[in-house]
C-alpha cells in the first residue's frame, strides 16, 4: 500500500488557524497541553503505478481532528490542546525544527517520519514522548525499542500476521511471495515469512521483482510469465511503494487471489471500516479534510487521542506521567474498532485489531476467531512479549 | 349454570390476556422497519415501515404514541399506535439517535451524533426550543423523574452532561470512563446509571453533587474483559434490581441494584444493545443487534425464556399495556 506523497510541501512550524485553535488560546484554560506534529516523507521515486495519486497531507489531518476532538474534552476540564506543525522534505530540518519546538518546552510530538528519523528524534527529544505514526519498522517492537516512544501505527508483523490468519482461515495455504527491490519491501517480506511460519504456510516459490525484463513488454504483460511457478494458492506482494503491485491481480498465471501490499490487504485503517462508531469518526474527517482516512491519518489522530485521554485521566501533562500511564493497563483507549485498545507494556505497540480491505470492501477483520491467546487475542498479532528483548515498561524514560 | 361458567371463563381468559396482552415494538436499525410483537403469542405479528436507520424509540406519558429516531432521514417520526400510521414528524437536528421525553410530555431532547448538539423541540407546537452544544459525538439521553435534569451523554469527549431543563442551558459536566452510550435516572431520580462500552464500567452517579459514587465492573467466565461492553441499562421499578446489557459478551448483567454486588450474568443473543420491561414488570426484552432477535427474560426466575426473531439489527425496543 502506498502512503508516500511525490509532492511535498515544505511546511516550516505552521501554526493551523482553525476553530481549535480559538479555543486552545483561550486564557480561561488551566492546562495548555501542547502538541507537536513531526513528519518527513522520503520521496520514493518514480513509480509505474501511478494514475491515482495519495494525499500529500496524510497523518497531519488526523492529529487535526483529534486536537478538535480532545478539545470537546478539554473544553469542559479547562484543558486546552493545540497542535504545532513542521512538515519538511530532509530529515535534518525536520531535526532542527523538532529541536527548536523542545526549546520552547514541547514535549509530546506525533512522529509521521521512517525509522532513521524517528531514532534521531527520539535521542534529540530525550526527555520527551514520541509517538510513532509514520513507521512499521519491526526492530522498533522487537530488538531495538526506543524508550521514548510508543507506537500507534501497526508494525509490519501485526499486518502479515492478521493477513496469514485470515489465508488460514479460508486454507490458502501456499503462497508464491513476489517481493519488490526497496529496503521497505525487503522487510514487509520478511513480515510475511515470519507470518507464515508462525501460522502454518507454506511458501512454494519466491520471486524479485526487478524490472529489468523485457522492457518491450508493459508490467501487465509480464505478469502472467512472471508468476509462473510451482502451484500456489494465493499471491503475496510486498510492493510498499505500490510500484508493481497494482498489476497482478487478474494477471497471474494460476486464476488466484492477490494479497499483501496490494489486492487484500491489511491495514490500520480504512474508508470501508463503519461499524462500531467508525461511520462517525469517518464523517467527522471527510468534513475536516475533504478526503477518506487513511492508516496514517488514523495513527496520527490516535497518537493525539492517546496523549489527551492521558491527559484528561492524569489532569497533567507531563510526558514521563503520560508514558507510565499509558504502559500501564489503565488507559483503554476507543479507536472505533470494537474494542478497546492498549499499548503493550513491552514494546509501546498499540494492540489493535487490523481490518483487511479491498478498494472499496471490508473483508473481515483480524485477530480471527479462534486464534486464542493467553492474555489478549489482539496479541495473536505482532511481536508477543517472549518473542521481544525490550521491556519498555521496565526501562527507564 | 352454563351462563355463569362462561362468563367466568371470558372473565379468567380476560385477566390473562391482560397481563400479557402487551406489545413490543422494536426498531430495526438496517432494515427501516419496526417489528411488532404480541407478548401474548410472543410472534412478530406485524412489521411497519419507518424513515431510515431507526435508533431510539420512546413512547408518550399515555403509550397512544411512539417517537422514532430516523438516524439516516434526520427526523424524529411520531407514529399514532391506534392507526399505526406516521401523523408527524419533528425537526430533529442531524442524525438524532437517542431521546428523552420531559415529564411535561412536550420537551424533547434529541442527541444530533454528527453535530455535537442536542436539541429540545416541543413534541406539541413542533418548535426548536434550544440547541444546547455538547460534546463529540452525544448519544445517550435521559431526563430526571422530577423534570429538573435532561442528562446526555457524549462518546468522544466521555462526559455527561448535565442540562437545566429551566433554563435550557449546560450547568455540569461529569467526566466517567471510555465512550458513554446510556444514562438512566432510578425512580426517585436522586441517582444516574450511565454506562461506558469501551470502558467496560457503569457508573452510578449521586445526582445531588453529580459525582460518581460507585463504578461497575464486570467478569464473565470465558469471556474476554474486552468484549464486555456495556450498553442499555434498565432499573426494576421496584428500585432492587438492575439489567446492564453487555454488547458483545452477549451476556445481560443483573445487578443487585441496592448494594451494587452483581447477581447473575444471562445469556441473551449476540451484540445485546438495549432493553425494556413489560408494563407488569413481569419480563425485561432484549434487542440483540448482530443476531437479529430479542429475547425474552423471565423476571421471577431470571431466566431467558424465549427469543424471538426481528429484522436486521434490532436497536431499540419499547412496551405498551
Known amino acids: 500500500m502506498r502512503q508516500i506523497s511525490r509532492h511535498l510541501l515544505l511546511w516550516v512550524a505552521v501554526s493551523l488557524g482553525y476553530a481549535a485553535m480559538s479555543q486552545a488560546d483561550s486564557p480561561a484554560a488551566e492546562l495548555q497541553v501542547r502538541i507537536a506534529y513531526l513528519a518527513y516523507i522520503p520521496d520514493t521515486g518514480p513509480l509505474l503505478s501511478n494514475v491515482i495519486p495519495e494525499p500529500t497531507d496524510a497523518g497531519r489531518r488526523g492529529a487535526e481532528l483529534a486536537i478538535t476532538d480532545s478539545n470537546s474534552t478539554g473544553r469542559f476540564l479547562k484543558h486546552a490542546y493545540s497542535l504545532d506543525v513542521a512538515e519538511h522534505d530532509d530529515s535534518a530540518s525536520l531535526l532542527a525544527a523538532a529541536t527548536a519546538l523542545h526549546g520552547q518546552g514541547v514535549r509530546l510530538f506525533v512522529v509521521n517520519a521512517p525509522a532513521p528519523t524517528l531514532r534521531q528524534l527520539s535521542q534529540a527529544l530525550g526527555d520527551s514522548l514520541l509517538i510513532n505514526a509514520g513507521s512499521a519498522d519491526d526492530k522498533l517492537r522487537q530488538s531495538e525499542c526506543l524508550a521514548n516512544v510508543l507506537h500507534t501505527l501497526p508494525s509490519r508483523a501485526m499486518l502479515a500476521d492478521a493477513l496469514a490468519q485470515f489465508l488460514t482461515v479460508r486454507k490458502w495455504s501456499r503462497w508464491l511471495l513476489i517481493t519488490g527491490p526497496t529496503e521497505d519491501d525487503q522487510a514487509y517480506a520478511a513480515a510475511l515469512r515470519r507470518a507464515a511460519k508462525r501460522f502454518g504456510h507454506q511458501i512454494v516459490a519466491e520471486k524479485a521483482w526487478s524490472f529489468d525484463n523485457d522492457q518491450r513488454r508493459s508490467a501487465q504483460a509480464e505478469m502472467p510469465l512472471f508468476t509462473q511457478t510451482k502451484e500456489y494458492d494465493v499471491v503475496l506482494v510486498a510492493d510498499e511503494r505500490g510500484d508493481f503491485g497494482e498489476y497482478l491481480p487478474y494477471q497471474t498465471w494460476y486464476p488466484r487471489p492477490v494479497a499483501g501490499t496490494q489486492g487484500l490487504t491489511p491495514t490500520g485503517w480504512h474508508k470501508t471500516v463503519e461499524t462500531y462508531g467508525a461511520a462517525q469518526l469517518q464523517k467527522r474527517f471527510e468534513a475536516h479534510a475533504q478526503r477518506w482516512m487513511n492508516d496514517r491519518d488514523f495513527a496520527a489522530w490516535l497518537g493525539v487521542r492517546s496523549i489527551a485521554s492521558a491527559v484528561s485521566k492524569l489532569r497533567q501533562s507531563d510526558a514521563k506521567a503520560i508514558r507510565a500511564l499509558a504502559l500501564s493497563d489503565q488507559l483503554p483507549l476507543d479507536g472505533f474498532k470494537g474494542r478497546k485498545l492498549s499499548f503493550r507494556s513491552w514494546n509501546g505497540q498499540l494492540r489493535q485489531p487490523i481490518p483487511l480491505v479491498q478498494p472499496r470492501a471490508l473483508v473481515s477483520n483480524s485477530p480471527q476467531d479462534g486464534f486464542l491467546h493467553p492474555s489478549s487475542e489482539l496479541d495473536s498479532l505482532g511481536y508477543d512479549a517472549p518473542e521481544v528483548s525490550c521491556n519498555l515498561a521496565a526501562a527507564a524514560p | ?321
Open chain 2, 1 to 321: 349454570m352454563r351462563i355463569a361458567l362462561l362468563a367466568a371463563s371470558i372473565s379468567l381468559a380476560l385477566a390473562s390476556t391482560s397481563s400479557l396482552a402487551a406489545t413490543a415494538y422494536v426498531s430495526n436499525e438496517k432494515d427501516d422497519s419496526i417489528s411488532v410483537i404480541d407478548l401474548a403469542s410472543m410472534e412478530v405479528s406485524a412489521t411497519l415501515e419507518v424513515g431510515m436507520r431507526p435508533r431510539g424509540l420512546l413512547l408518550s406519558s399515555d403509550n397512544k404514541l411512539l417517537y422514532i429516531c430516523a438516524s439516516d432521514s434526520d427526523r424524529v417520526q411520531v407514529m399514532d399506535l391506534a392507526t399505526r400510521k406516521i401523523i408527524k414528524e419533528l425537526p430533529s437536528g442531524a442524525d438524532p439517535e437517542q431521546f428523552a421525553l420531559h415529564r411535561n410530555d412536550r420537551w424533547l431532547y434529541i442527541s444530533n451524533e454528527d453535530d455535537a448538539l442536542v436539541t429540545v423541540v416541543d413534541t406539541q407546537s413542533d418548535e426548536v426550543l434550544a440547541q444546547i452544544d455538547v460534546g463529540v459525538e452525544p448519544e445517550g439521553m435521559a431526563v430526571s423523574p422530577d423534570g429538573k435534569w435532561a442528562v446526555n451523554t457524549s462518546e468522544t469527549t466521555n462526559m455527561l452532561h448535565w442540562i437545566d431543563t429551566s433554563n435550557q442551558t449546560l450547568v455540569d459536566n461529569t467526566l466517567v470512563d471510555q465512550r458513554p452510550r446510556h444514562v438512566e435516572f432510578d425512580a426517585d431520580g436522586k441517582r444516574l446509571w450511565a454506562s461506558a462500552e469501551i470502558g467496560g464500567t457503569v457508573s452510578v452517579i449521586d445526582v445531588a453533587n453529580r459525582q460518581i459514587e460507585k463504578v461497575l465492573t464486570f467478569q464473565i467466565k470465558g469471556v474476554h474483559p474486552d468484549k464486555v461492553q456495556p450498553v442499555g441499562v434498565k432499573l426494576s421499578a421496584d428500585g432492587k434490581l438492575a439489567f446492564v446489557a453487555l454488547g458483545p459478551a452477549n451476556h445481560v448483567a443483573v445487578v443487585d441494584a441496592k448494594t451494587y454486588e452483581v447477581l447473575d450474568y444471562l445469556l441473551v443473543g449476540r451484540r445485546v444493545w438495549h432493553m425494556a420491561f413489560t408494563p407488569d414488570q413481569s419480563q425485561l426484552l432484549t434487542t440483540n443487534g448482530v443476531s437479529g432477535d430479542v429475547s425474552v427474560i423471565d423476571m421471577q426466575s431470571l431466566k431467558v425464556t424465549k427469543s424471538i426473531k426481528v429484522g436486521r439489527y434490532p436497536w431499540g425496543v419499547v412496551v405498551t399495556p
